[in-house]
């Protein structure tokens, strides 16, 4: 059961995703383009919003402020959005037929299987698109170079496609698979984003001094993120986690064992409490305890 305040800032994430997809993509393009926007859309619905909540809560926590104190076209809201754009491009994407060819996602059809191929390869790269502009409309200037840079790092050859490379040769070569190896998969398959976003919302509070601690605490809780994706996978069925399970042989659980990799959770989890209890803020508290008991 998730508390209040997560709900809220969940609806105010998504609000503001609609929002600016409307506004954005409001010109009337005739019908083909205009099934296409639905096909956009329908790609950013659902989820957990998890990283733009992190990004959210860092950012609020730094600069003492309320949610309430947010106005839609704050530079802090437009990365959220940008945020959870590219985790929709990069899901999508990770759909389609030639990656890991899923039917389920979020509790739903993927996008592919509900659009057909070419319109989900496109619809990912329109949102992948949608982040430059919102990211160039960021207010200083500075502050949107050093974004730009931390969340292309969290894409390009050292993030999520580097992965996808490496994840496909693993696939192959499975015995060349070491525990150290796939804890450096996980980083740039999962734990860049969660990262990013992290550091998207101390950057953006401008309360810095502490960036380093906050990479480690990033990078830990990212890791953890994708330890509980891997034992979802096993620990419950497709219909409970609303996508796809099993199949894959390389994951955390089947290098380490199910306990073990419960074990290396908790300690991750208990690690990123000791980083962020300095902060006092009890909703990071609870992102950092739900990344680890989460059930989706
Ligand atoms: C798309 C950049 C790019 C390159 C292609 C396909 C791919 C390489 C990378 C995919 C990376 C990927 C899909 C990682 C999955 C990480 C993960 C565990 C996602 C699930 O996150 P949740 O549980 O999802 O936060 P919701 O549905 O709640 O948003």
Not at 40 to 54: E, Q
Not at 136 to 155: F, G, M
Not at 177 to 194: M, N, Q, R
């Amino acid at each position: 059961m998730l508390p209040n305040w997560y709900t809220t800032y969940k609806d105010k994430v998504e609000l503001q995703i609609e929002k600016y997809l409307d506004t954005y993509l409001s010109i009337p393009m005739g019908r083909p383009l205009d099934e296409f926007k639905e096909i956009v859309k329908y790609s950013v619905k659902w989820g957990k919003k998890l990283r733009a909540i992190f990004a959210l809560e860092f950012y609020l926590t730094l600069s003492w402020k309320d949610i309430a104190d947010i106005k839609w076209d704050d530079d802090i809201m437009k990365l959220c959005i940008a945020i959870e754009l590219i985790h929709a491009f990069s899901l999508v994407h990770d759909d389609l037929p030639c990656m890991d060819d899923d039917d389920m996602r979020r509790g739903e059809l993927t996008t592919w299987k509900k659009y057909w191929e070419y319109k989900a390869l496109l619809a990912g790269d329109m949102l992948i698109t949608l982040w430059f502009e919102l990211l160039s409309d960021i207010k200083d200037a500075h502050i949107s170079r050093e974004l730009t840079k931390l969340i292309t790092h969290s894409i390009w050859f050292y993030g999520m496609v580097g992965w996808q490379i490496e994840d496909m040769y693993y696939e192959e070569y499975m015995s060349d698979l070491d525990v150290d190896t796939l804890c450096k998969l996980h980083y740039k398959k999962t734990g860049k984003l969660i990262e990013a976003s992290i550091l998207w919302g101390i950057i953006v509070s401008e309360e810095k001094g502490n960036i380093d601690v906050f990479k480690d605490f990033g990078r830990k809780i990212g890791l953890a993120f994708q330890i509980k994706d891997d034992l979802l996978d096993v620990e419950w069925t497709a219909q409970e986690v609303g996508k796809s399970v099993g199949g894959e042989e390389k994951w955390f659980v089947y290098l380490c064992g199910v306990e073990h990799s419960r074990q290396k959770l908790h300690e991750l989890i208990t690690e990123c409490w000791e980083m962020s209890k300095n902060l006092g803020s009890e909703k990071i508290d609870f992102l950092v305890e739900y990344v680890g008991k989460r059930r989706k």
